[in-house]
C-alpha cells in the first residue's frame, strides 16, 4: 500500500494564494447569496406577510372572549360558504390574501433621507461660501464659485460622519486655479481644513488632470499596540504601523485580548537594500529613544547590536549585558572606541567576502550575521569631542554608512531637531531611510524626509507618531510601537512585561578564577609518646 504523503506547510506565497482563494471564495458566496435574495425577493416578501396575518388572526382569537367565539367561528363558515359558492370566488379569494400578505409582507424600515440634512446643508453652504476669494476670477463670465451660489455643482461627492462632521467630500474647482504651486494648495488646504472641524487629520487629494480635489478625514492611528515579536522574514525590520490604504501588507499582532491585522511600514536592510541606513529626528520626548529600541529589539533576533547613548539618560540600561548586545556605551572614550571597531570591523568583513568571492567560496557565516550600530544624539558627543580636542564620533561613521551595504552592517541615527545641524555629511547623504517624529511644522517635515506631508498635522501627537519615508518612496503616516524603558518607574506593569519578554537573557558573567592559598595547612599537633 502507497504511503500518503504528509501535508506540508504553507510557505509564504502559498498562504498569500490560500487567502486570496478564500477572499475570492467569500466574494463569490456574497454575490450568489445577494443575487439569490433579489430572485426570490417576492417569495419572501408573501411568506413574510402570510406569517404576520397568521399572527394577527391568532391574536384576534386569543383576545376573543370565549362567549364570542362560537358566533365568530359561525360567522368565519359563512363567509367562507359564500367565497366558495359564488363565480371565480376561490380565486378571488386567493388574489386578496395574496394582496393583503404582500401589503404586510412589505419592509418597514424606514429610509435613509437622500441628500444632507438642514445642518449639513448649512455646513456645506459655508464651506462653498469660504472658497468663493479662491476659486473665482472678475473676469470668468461663468464662475463655479460665487457668492450667494448653489453649492451642489462644486460639490458632486459629500460623506459625514455620525457626528455631523464632514469625513468626505470631492470638490470641483475651475481649470485657471494654480493647482500647481504649493503655496496656493496650502491656502486651500488650511480653509478646509478650518472649515472641516478642526482636531482632526485629513488627507488633500489633488487631480489636476480632472480639476478635483478629495477631502478625508482619516482616523486617529492606534498608539496603544505594544512591542511583541512581528511575522517578519530576515532583513525585515518594522518602524511602525500606517493606514489600511498605504500599504499592500498587514501584519498579525497580538492586540490587547483580540487578534487583528494591522498595516505595517517595513524597512527592509542588507546586501539588497536600497535604503540600508536610517535618520530619525523628532522633538524631546516624541519617541526617538522609543524607535531605537524597537529596532534593537527586533535586531536581537538574529544579528548583534553596538548601541551608543549621545544622551547618557539611561535609556539602554535594560540591553546591558544580554546576549547580542555588543556594548552600551554613554561616555565619549567608550563610544569612540566602539565606532573606531565598527569601523574596523565593517573593513574587515569587506576584506573577508573578497577573499570568499575570488575563491569561489560563500561568504563566512561571521559575515552574513547582521551587525547594528544605533547612535542616538551623537550631537551631544561631537559638542564633547571639540571641547576635548577629540574626534568627531560621526567621522567615525563614513566607512559603516559607505560600506554597510555590502557588509551588512546597519547604521541608526536618532537626533532632535535642536542638534540636527550637527549632523556630517556622511550622515545626511547615505541615510536614505528617514523618520520624523513628534509635534512638527511641514517646513520641519521636508527638510527631513525631502517630501511635504500627505496630512495635515493632528491636533494632539503622542509618543511615537510621525510620518516615514523610505527613499524617494511616498511620505507614510507612522505610529511607532509603544516600547518603553522597563527600569523607568513610569512604565505600566503591562509594558514592561512586554518589553522585558522581547529581551534576550543576559550573558553569563565570566568568574574570576579563585586565588590559591599558598599557605601551608596547619597540621594538628599530636603528643609523641616517649620511648
Known amino acids: 500500500m502507497a504511503r500518503r504523503p504528509l501535508p506540508r506547510i504553507l510557505s509564504k506565497d502559498g498562504a ?3 487567502r486570496t482563494q478564500l477572499a475570492r471564495s467569500r466574494e463569490l458566496a456574497r454575490t450568489a447569496a445577494d443575487s439569490a435574495t433579489d430572485v426570490l425577493h417576492p417569495l419572501i416578501t408573501l411568506s413574510r406577510g402570510l406569517r404576520r396575518l397568521a399572527l394577527a388572526g391568532r391574536r384576534r382569537w386569543a383576545d376573543t372572549p370565549k362567549d364570542r367565539r362560537g358566533p365568530l367561528l359561525f360567522l368565519v363558515a359563512c363567509l367562507v360558504l359564500v367565497v366558495v359558492l359564488a363565480p371565480y370566488g376561490p380565486l378571488l379569494a ?28 448649512e455646513r456645506l453652504q459655508a464651506l462653498y461660501e469660504a472658497l468663493v476669494p479662491y476659486f473665482s476670477v472678475p473676469e470668468d463670465p461663468a464662475p463655479l464659485y460665487a457668492h450667494g451660489g448653489e453649492w451642489h455643482k ?26 500647481g504651486e504649493s503655496e496656493a494648495r496650502a491656502r486651500i488646504e488650511r480653509v478646509l481644513t478650518a472649515k472641516a472641524g478642526r482636531g482632526r487629520e485629513y488627507r488633500f487629494g489633488w487631480d489636476e488632470e ?36 498605504e500599504v499592500q501588507r498587514t501584519l498579525p499582532l497580538s492586540y490587547g485580548e483580540e487578534q487583528l491585522d494591522v498595516p505595517p511600514v ?58 547580542g548586545v555588543l556594548a552600551v556605551e554613554c561616555a565619549l572614550p567608550g563610544a569612540l572606541a566602539s565606532l573606531e571597531w565598527a569601523a574596523q570591523e565593517t ?112 491636533a494632539q501627537v503622542p509618543p511615537g507618531r510621525g510620518y516615514a519615508r523610505l527613499g524617494q518612496g511616498p511620505v ?31 550573558r553569563e558573567a565570566v568568574r574570576a578564577p579563585e586565588p590559591i592559598d599558598l599557605t601551608k595547612p596547619a597540621t594538628a599537633q599530636q603528643p609523641v609518646a616517649a620511648e
Do not use: K
Open 347 to 458: 573593513e574587515r568583513r569587506l576584506v573577508a567576502i573578497n577573499l570568499a568571492r575570488q575563491a569561489g567560496d560563500p561568504p563566512p557565516a561571521d559575515t552574513r550575521r547582521p551587525l547594528w550600530v544605533l547612535l542616538d544624539r551623537p550631537s551631544v558627543f561631537a559638542h564633547l569631542a571639540e571641547v576635548d580636542g577629540r574626534e568627531d564620533p560621526q567621522a567615525l561613521l563614513r566607512v559603516p554608512l559607505r560600506h554597510g551595504r555590502a557588509a551588512n552592517v546597519t547604521v541608526v541615527v536618532a537626533e532632535h531637531f535642536d542638534g540636527a545641524d550637527a549632523l556630517s555629511d556622511a550622515v545626511r547623504q547615505h541615510t536614505r531611510a528617514r523618520v520624523c517624529l513628534g509635534p512638527t511644522t511641514e517646513r520641519q517635515v521636508e527638510s527631513v524626509l525631502g517630501a511635504a506631508p500627505p496630512t495635515t498635522p493632528p
Open 476 to 506: 507614510h503616516r507612522l505610529q511607532v510601537p509603544r516600547t518603553p524603558d522597563p527600569y523607568d518607574d513610569a512604565t505600566s506593569d503591562a509594558d514592561r512585561g512586554a518589553v522585558l519578554d522581547l529581551l534576550p537573557p543576559r
Open 266 to 323: 517595513v524597512w527592509r536592510t542588507g546586501t539588497r537594500s536600497t535604503e540600508p541606513h536610517l535618520l530619525a529626528v523628532g522633538q524631546p520626548g516624541s519617541g526617538t529613544s522609543t524607535l531605537l529600541r524597537s529596532l534593537a529589539l527586533q535586531a536581537l533576533r538574529c544579528g548583534d547590536v553596538l548601541i551608543v547613548d549621545g544622551g547618557g539618560t539611561g535609556e539602554y540600561a535594560c540591553l546591558t549585558g544580554r546576549d
Open 210 to 245: 480632472g480639476n478635483q480635489l478629495t477631502v478625508t478625514a482619516l482616523a486617529p492611528l492606534p498608539p496603544d499596540i505594544v512591542a511583541q515579536r512581528f511575522v517578519t522574514a530576515p532583513g525585515e525590520t518594522v518602524l511602525g504601523f500606517t493606514d489600511p490604504d
Open 16 to 18: 498569500q494564494l490560500a
Open 94 to 121: 386567493v388574489v386578496t390574501v395574496m394582496a393583503a400578505a404582500g401589503w404586510q409582507g412589505r419592509d418597514r424600515t424606514p429610509r435613509a433621507p437622500e441628500g444632507p440634512d438642514e445642518s449639513q446643508t
Open 154 to 179: 462644486a460639490v458632486p461627492t459629500h460623506e459625514f460622519d455620525d457626528a455631523g462632521r464632514v469625513a468626505h467630500l470631492v470638490l470641483r474647482y475651475p481649470a485657471y486655479f494654480p493647482d
